[in-house]
T-cell receptor, first 111, second 111 residues
């Protein structure tokens, strides 16, 4: 079984809808991250969490929110989806030597 | 502003050749350095980590770090078509900092 899983893997939604992307990990890591990736723009950090009680904004947090339900679960929400949030979204965990492990990604399309 | 710079490529090499990928970073406090491989539409996969000056070898991969020059490189020996991917360089100063990614170099290995 994969160490970092994301659901859904693909999602098409309409402008204005609320959507939640979920991430689970079995690596036992405290630190978890959400990124989005757009062609030509690389990986950009949305939110991150160093432990269950810690939530931090990344460089592009506007329009997003997160919830850290447990050490193993970190969810990303789009409160009111807009077309420019169409992207590939990745969740990652971080080990004790700062190495990150990525989930398989969610391809989100907002029409 | 912490920056990680990579040539976007594509870097084209024939099968069996050595591919050399380079990365420079701006934050002199960086302590941890990583190379990720990303196939199109897939998630980044950690292939090398390096924490001290010098070379680190793992199979066909060698990571090289020069902190004085703020330079990290990845050599891929005996390149295979399956190595064709985008290679992301990432650095972290540790502690409560976050990983900073370059935008990646596309490598194309021709049969």
């Amino acid at each position: 079984d994969a160490d970092v899983t994301q659901t859904p893997r693909n999602r098409i939604t309409k402008t204005g809808k609320r959507i939640m992307l979920e991430c689970s990990q079995t690596k036992g890591h405290d630190r978890m991250y959400w990124y989005r990736q757009d062609p030509g723009l690389g990986l950009r950090l949305i939110y991150y969490s160093f432990d269950v009680k810690d939530i931090n904004k990344g460089e592009i947090s506007d329009g997003y929110s997160v919830s850290r339900q447990a050490q193993a679960k970190f969810s990303l929400s789009l409160e009111s989806a807009i077309p420019n949030q169409t992207a590939l979204y990745f969740c990652a965990t971080e080990g004790q030597n700062y190495e990150q492990y990525f989930g398989p990604g969610t391809r989100l399309t907002v029409t | 502003q912490k920056e990680v710079e990579q040539n976007s490529g594509p870097l084209s090499v024939p099968e069996g050749a050595i591919a050399s990928l380079n990365c420079t970073y701006s934050d002199r406090g960086s302590q941890s350095f990583f190379w990720y491989r990303q196939y199109s539409g897939k998630s980044p996969e950690l292939i090398m980590s390096i924490y001290s000056n010098g070379d680190k070898e793992d199979g066909r991969f060698t990571a090289q770090l020069n902190k004085a020059s703020q330079y990290v490189s990845l050599l891929i020996r005996d390149s295979q078509p399956s190595d064709s991917a985008t290679y992301l360089c990432a650095v972290n100063r540790g502690g409560y900092s976050t990983l900073t990614f370059g935008k990646g170099t596309m490598l194309l290995v021709s049969p």
